[in-house]
């Protein structure tokens, strides 16, 4: 596993900077329209442990209740929803 690992370390290093880069340009984005700081609107947009992104935002000024709540909400829609679209949608395997 670990071989398997190294070998495919390039795309795991992309497929990380580009959740940071899409989870600070939704960040951005939920700012704007909310009206919220940008600390705030990034720590609840970046994906990562609700706890550790709690804790970041706690120490970087944001709005720690907002950012627990998005995080949350994130992974109760995450469970709900892809196993529900897993299901109905016939994918086998």
């Given amino acids: 596993m670990a071989r398997e690992v190294a070998s ?5 290093a992309v497929a990380a900077i580009l959740a940071i880069g ?3 340009l939704c960040g951005w ?3 704007r329209l909310s009206g919220t700081d940008r600390s ?14 709690a804790v970041l935002a706690e120490r970087y000024g944001a ?6 709540f998005a995080q949350s909400l994130r992974i109760l829609l995450v469970v ?12 086998q395997g």
């Fill in 22 to 24: 899409i989870g600070a």
């Fill in 40 to 53: 705030t609107a990034f720590f609840a947009s970046i994906p990562g442990g609700a706890t550790e992104m």
């Fill in 63 to 68: 709005r720690v209740d907002h950012v627990a």
């Fill in 29 to 31: 984005i939920l700012s």
């Fill in 80 to 91: 709900v929803i892809i196993p529900f679209a897993l299901t109905y949608s016939g994918v």
């Fill in 8 to 12: 495919l370390w390039h795309i795991l």
